[in-house]
């Protein structure tokens, strides 16, 4: 078990870091277009934000794969908000959402640094990443009511859904054999999200 364990947090991270690299391709979508107007910035920031915290989780239970992949993640989704700041015509609405997730990860820093009991620190800081997670999984939902009423799924970034996917099954597994409720839970209903959100594709098509 232990070395399908290693086979499988390989493959997960792995995963993982492509599932984020997909964040290219949508950055590259708004480029060509010159602007990210019809892009909504909610799943970088809550990307970066899920990144954060996760990296701080992965060191309290000191799982080197899950520190090294969160850090990566947080320095490519910083990376793509730079990008949409430069393509966006109005920069108030993210400045807004960056603002709101600074003042999110500093107090949650803050609140769980002064926690003693190391027990409690993860438990805590659990619950709070799972709450974050769930919220970066669904994100990509912030344009739900523009799909409807454009009856069209363009808008909605297909490779990112589509790695979360393939990796909130992986992680599901791999926090399932670690017996981390803090890890399967949120993936698995991360994975529920993400069928939602690829059977949207079938029923709004691009036009």
Known sequence: LEDFKQVLVTCASVC??????????????????????DISPFPFV?????CILWATYANLINDTALIFVNIFGALLMFSYIVAYY??????????????IVTSVITITQVYIHSI??????????????CSVTLTFFAAPLANLAHVIRVQSSESLPFPLIL??????????????????????YPNV????LSCFQLSLFAVYPFR
């Open 86 to 99: 430069l393509f966006a015509p109005r920069k108030g609405p993210l400045l807004k959402q960056l603002l």
């Open 46 to 50: 809550c990307g970066v934000t899920s």
């Open 16 to 37: 993982q870091i492509l599932q984020f690299m997909s964040g290219i391709l949508v950055c590259e979508k708004f480029m060509k277009k010159g602007t990210s107007n």
């Open 189 to 192: 209903l991360g994975f529920l």
């Open 163 to 184: 790695m979360s996917l393939v990796v909130t099954a992986q992680w599901s597994l791999y926090g399932y054999i670690l017996k981390d409720k803090f890890i399967t």
């Open 116 to 129: 003693d009991e190391l027990e409690k620190a993860t438990s805590h800081l659990g619950i709070i990443c």
